[in-house]
């Protein structure tokens, strides 16, 4: 099973450039007994674990030492290049 670290993120919508510039994917994580939050992972490492993956693949999400148990429910993609630009994680 594969891991994934993350931070908690402040940054929404006019931030989300200069984050995305500053090699950071923002995310966010949701499931059906918990509130929505925002993180933040390192662009290239989550990019290449996640397209490695099969498309139902489980994930470890370590957000600030916590483990959460997460699939990939979307991943929305630049048009031109394919780059990732946010991944939806849903908790299992």
């Known amino acids: 099973m ?3 670290t993350a931070q908690k993120r402040e940054v929404v ?3 989300l450039g ?3 510039r500053s090699g950071q994917l923002p995310a966010v994580v949701y499931g059906s007994n918990s509130e929505p ?3 933040q992972l390192p662009i290239h490492e989550s990019t290449l674990t996640i397209n490695r ?3 139902d693949a489980i994930f470890d999400l ?3 030492g916590k483990a959460y148990r997460v699939v990939v429910k979307e991943v929305q993609r630049e ?3 394919g780059k990732p630009t946010h ?3 849903m908790l299992v």
């Open 53 to 55: 993956s099969a498309q």
């Open 13 to 15: 919508r006019k931030g």
């Open 2 to 4: 594969a891991t994934l």
């Open 37 to 39: 939050f925002l993180v």
């Open 79 to 81: 048009k031109l290049t």
């Open 62 to 64: 370590s957000v600030d």
């Open 87 to 89: 991944v939806d994680f």
């Open 18 to 20: 200069a984050l995305r």
